[in-house]
């Protein structure tokens, strides 16, 4: 990240909530100083096009990104899904893994996540699977928040299986020892005991997969009598330091658990869409009082702005109504409140304005969550530098490529 001055002046920005012109950003180490609108042309580099701040992903398995266009090949259930996802796992090493996702946060930065929180399960060798994947945020630029998932049980206390193996520390107080203090998570309450969910009170921030399928809730309320959400709200684990993941299946009740303790749910549209897991009542739980944020999970798609459509499209084939979230909203979700204003951090992410998906569509939010796509990012700031422009676009691809056969064998490759 960049610790020197720059100024930048955009073309169109959106400050304040509104769209705004020539707008001059002044930054000294990686933070905004200055915001001047109007501002006149001078001799600094000019972003054309429409600029946001830079847009969150809440969610992240880096190593899943080797599974686009593989497992949606035939029929099939989140199941049998995760039986590839588990073929992965099993094949990958900490180099193969660094260079995996190296490329996958790559593709993240390009297309205008300028922070990611990586749900990092995959801990045999520890730590080096770990050290690989801050490695490979630094070096693709992308802010990255690790956060080391606990994964004790195969499902409600049944040892691990095969590569679950490779997740395990065996019990959650061993995680706890290894992991020491800093961001964590519990996979989900399939895979953390319930008389081993203690360990994680008070930690801050906490990510939990939550009733992403209906089989997770008929099983915990087969094992403990309550659901998945009730479950953490009764053992203290839910709360504004804690996010949940996917929230789909939910009861009446657990919107108001999580809305009443203002716990953060993380919705993933496109895994959901593509998993066939459901749609989540996202705009219920935030009516409720829950935060919302988006993220890319298991990469079938590296789009922000496909995310956050993603919410308002999902809503209307549920309610066959339009309409329930504007883009000014939406754009918040993605950005997690992030503004382009003094103090804040110097992420920004531009949006060609005059490509065939944007041309003509106003050139404000809506632009930038009901037309444009990844494709149409043209630079990335970071910290006040630019980390991406839509020339390194080729470039990762073929980086993409070259990790895929890493990881797997030529004729394998082709035969699955």
């Known amino acids: 990240m960049s610790r020197s001055s720059s100024s930048y002046l955009l073309e169109r920005a959106w400050v304040d909530g509104a769209v705004r012109d020539d707008v001059l950003v002044e930054i000294a180490d990686g933070r905004i100083t200055a915001v001047?609108?109007?501002?006149?042309?001078?001799?600094v580099p000019n972003l054309a096009g429409l600029t946001v701040p830079g847009l969150v992903n809440d969610h992240s398995h880096a190593f899943h990104r080797a599974l686009r266009g593989r497992t949606q090949r035939g029929r099939g259930t989140f199941w049998t899904w995760r039986e590839q996802m588990y073929a992965v796992a099993e094949r990958l090493t900490p180099d193969s893994y660094f260079v995996l996702a190296r490329?996958?946060?790559?593709?993240?930065?390009?297309?205008?996540?300028?922070?990611?929180?990586?749900?990092?399960?995959?801990?045999?060798?520890?730590?080096?699977?770990?050290?690989?994947?801050?490695?490979?945020?630094?070096?693709?630029?992308?802010?990255?928040?690790?956060?080391?998932?606990?994964?004790?049980?195969?499902?409600?206390?049944?040892?691990?299986?095969?590569?679950?193996?490779?997740?395990?520390?065996?019990?959650?107080?061993?995680?706890?020892?290894?992991?020491?203090?800093?961001?964590?998570?519990?996979?989900?309450?399939?895979?953390?005991?319930?008389?081993?969910?203690?360990?994680?009170?008070?930690?801050?921030?906490?990510?939990?997969?939550?009733?992403?399928?209906?089989?997770?809730?008929d099983a915990c309320l087969a094992a403990y009598g309550v659901t998945p959400t009730r479950l953490l709200h009764d053992e203290g684990l839910l709360g504004p330091g804690t996010t949940v993941v996917h929230a789909t299946h939910?009861?009446?009740?657990?919107?108001?658990?999580?809305?009443?303790?203002?716990?953060?749910?993380?919705?993933?549209?496109?895994?959901?869409?593509?998993?066939?897991?459901?749609?989540?009542?996202?705009?219920?739980?935030?009516?409720?009082?829950?935060?919302i944020s988006v993220?890319?999970?298991?990469?079938?798609?590296?789009?922000?702005?496909?995310?956050?459509?993603?919410?308002?499209?999902?809503?209307?084939?549920?309610?066959?109504?339009?309409?329930?979230w504007s883009a000014a909203e939406l754009l918040s979700i993605g950005t997690r409140g992030a503004r382009i204003a003094v103090g804040e951090p110097a992420d920004l992410v531009t949006i060609d304005t005059r490509s065939t998906r944007t041309a003509g569509t106003g050139s404000d939010e809506n632009t930038a969550v009901f037309a444009a796509t990844a494709a149409d990012v043209t630079h990335v700031v970071i910290g006040g530098s630019v980390v991406a422009t839509g020339d390194d676009r080729a470039e990762i691809g073929r980086e993409l490529e070259a990790a895929m056969e890493a990881l797997w064998e030529k004729a394998l490759w082709q035969a699955r």
């Open 36 to 43: 001047t609108p109007a501002a006149p042309a001078g001799d």
């Open 295 to 324: 993220g890319s999970d298991s990469h079938a798609v590296v789009d922000p702005f496909e995310e956050l459509r993603g919410l308002e499209m999902d809503e209307r084939l549920a309610t066959q109504e339009r309409g329930h």
């Open 250 to 291: 939910l009861t009446d009740d657990d919107i108001a658990l999580l809305g009443n303790t203002r716990t953060n749910v993380c919705i993933t549209p496109t895994t959901e869409r593509d998993l066939a897991d459901g749609i989540g009542p996202a705009r219920r739980l935030a009516d409720a009082g829950c935060p």
């Open 103 to 217: 490329a996958t946060f790559r593709e993240m930065v390009a297309a205008g996540y300028t922070s990611v929180s990586e749900f990092h399960y995959l801990h045999d060798p520890e730590p080096a699977t770990g050290e690989a994947l801050r490695h490979a945020a630094e070096e693709a630029g992308i802010r990255l928040t690790l956060l080391d998932a606990c994964y004790v049980s195969s499902g409600f206390g049944a040892p691990p299986e095969g590569v679950q193996r490779r997740f395990t520390d065996g019990t959650a107080q061993r995680w706890a020892e290894r992991v020491g203090d800093g961001p964590a998570a519990i996979h989900s309450v399939r895979a953390v005991p319930r008389d081993q969910l203690h360990v994680f009170r008070g930690r801050a921030p906490l990510h939990v997969h939550l009733s992403e399928q209906q089989q997770e809730n």
